[in-house]
């Protein structure tokens, strides 16, 4: 995950609408958040654990250099890395005179390799993010920025959609697989970059494309400029994360010129049809289960209602609940009507399981309301495989539907019946073919090659100590 922004205009204030452009990302990292401008000839960032709005205020905004003609911006979801001080973004690098700021969205596969070769080189490395090692792959080489990212994007593999600044120009690129998105805007002639057209929406900027796999694009006095930095390497020109669609970007966004809501309000639709059920109403796991809930309640003619309500202030907290509240700890985020579950039949719609913890609580938690019947669906394939790109998901051996029939998840989960939207149905759903999409996590088949280092039960297991 993580949410990247990044804007050259000299008459505007960058630090404020980078703010508020972190504001429409929040969705996609909740860990930390930071702003790096630059003046022409030097950079200043503020960065800091916590939400958006827990790291900035008037104060922390008015410290951004005033006359700053550039900004990028960054919200983290950790997956290499421990969320620490350090490993906050923007990543801030210098050398010989030479300073860039970092931020990046995605997760390398060859971090450690890269490591071991500046390490041999006398390259000091301060955090255990795979983001140090872009920017220091940057900054180390002796050529222009620009050619510093080409040689940058030669080397790295796995998924990133990053943004670099030097002071006086940003240049946005996206990896030659196309994982994660990036999409490139105006404002009043002034070039913007954003993972999601969401953060373009909310600054005013106007959707101009998406940067394609591979491409680079410059942001400075003389406009944006894009170009092809590395060769495409996939075959249908991208293979961005199918769960941006199911689940990760914003509703509001668009990606590839398709329109999310109604994309999952599709796939809603079309597993009302390949798993028909007779029941009394629908309803959703808010909020991301919301669109498919609609779509399938509109499909099957069954009544769809509100069943549980989400308690929209519970996010990331320091404050841990006593134990007891902690058992039950799902109801700090969820609780049902029983108004309106007890005595019906009900069909569940949410976009995923994974693990099933969550799930099997949900369904625990409707019966106790009162339910008759509780039928779980949906609007995505079983989980079978973990995501090395980005998404700390699950290790392998902890995906209930990873070696379990659709019936054994659902005795397992306690649910009257279970069913997932096909992978045919799922594709149909996005208006795109299947080969424009990473969809490893449910097939198997990754874009790239995975290390067999980093293949440790599923999840990313580099922590190197930091040098001193």
């Not at 510093?148 to 990053?162: D, H, K, L, Q």
């Not at 943004?163 to 002034?190: E, K, M, T, W």
């Not at 006593?322 to 700890?329: A, K, T, V």
Request: hydrophobic content about 40%.
């Amino acid at each position: 995950m993580c949410g990247i922004f990044g804007i050259y205009a000299p008459d505007r204030d960058v630090a404020r609408l980078t703010y508020f452009a972190l504001f429409a990302l929040q969705h996609r990292g909740q860990e930390s958040a930071g702003i790096a401008v630059g003046d022409g000839r030097r950079i200043t960032a503020q960065k800091e654990l916590g939400l958006v709005p827990q790291v900035f205020d008037e104060t922390s905004l008015g410290a951004l250099a005033a006359d700053a003609v550039t900004a990028i911006g960054h919200c983290r979801y950790s997956t290499t890395g421990s969320s620490r001080w350090p490993n906050t973004q923007p990543i801030l690098r210098h050398r010989q005179g030479r300073t860039v700021a970092l931020a990046h969205n995605g997760n390398l596969t060859n971090t450690a390799e890269l490591r071991a070769e500046l390490q041999g080189r006398g390259v000091k490395l301060e955090t255990t993010s795979d983001t140090e090692v872009i920017a220091a792959l940057i900054c180390e080489h002796p050529g222009t920025l620009e050619e510093g990212v080409r040689y940058a994007m030669g080397r790295i593999t796995g998924a990133f959609s990053a943004v670099v600044l030097d002071g006086s120009q940003i240049i946005a690129f996206r990896d030659p697989d196309g994982i994660r998105p990036l999409v490139l805007g105006d404002l009043d002639g002034n070039p913007v970059v954003a993972s999601e057209t969401c953060a373009l929406d909310i600054v005013g900027a106007a959707f101009v494309c998406d940067i394609e796999p591979g491409q680079m694009v410059i942001l400075d006095a003389d406009g944006p400029r894009v170009a092809q930095a590395q060769p495409t390497r996939q075959s249908g020109g991208a293979a961005l994360c199918i769960f941006e669609f199911i689940y990760f970007a914003r509703p509001d966004s668009r990606m590839d010129g398709v329109g999310l809501h109604a994309a999952r309000v599709r796939m809603g639709e079309r597993l009302a049809t390949e798993a028909p059920i007779d029941a009394d109403i629908v309803i959703a796991v808010p909020d991301s289960g919301t669109p498919a809930a609609q779509g399938f309640a509109r499909a099957s003619g069954i009544p769809y209602t509100d069943g549980l309500v989400k308690n929209r202030y519970v996010g990331r907290t320091f404050i841990q609940p006593e134990q007891r509240l902690r058992d039950n700890g799902l109801r700090l985020k969820f609780n049902p009507l029983p108004d309106v579950i007890a005595g019906q039949r009900v069909v569940v719609v949410d976009d995923s399981i994974v693990r099933g913890t969550t799930t099997r609580k949900i369904v625990r938690m409707l019966f106790d309301a009162g339910a008759l019947e509780v039928h779980l669906r949906i609007s995505s394939p079983p989980i079978v495989s973990p995501c090395y790109y980005g998404i700390d998901m699950a290790a392998g051996d902890e995906l209930i539907a990873a070696d379990r029939s659709s019936q054994a998840v659902c005795q397992l989960l306690g649910a009257t019946s279970l069913a997932y939207l096909s992978q045919a149905g799922l594709q149909a759903s996005t208006g795109q073919p299947a080969e424009r999409f990473c969809r490893a996590c449910l097939t198997r088949n990754y874009p790239t090659p995975i290390p067999d280092d980093i293949r440790d039960g599923g999840r990313f297991r580099f922590e190197a100590a930091p040098v001193a």
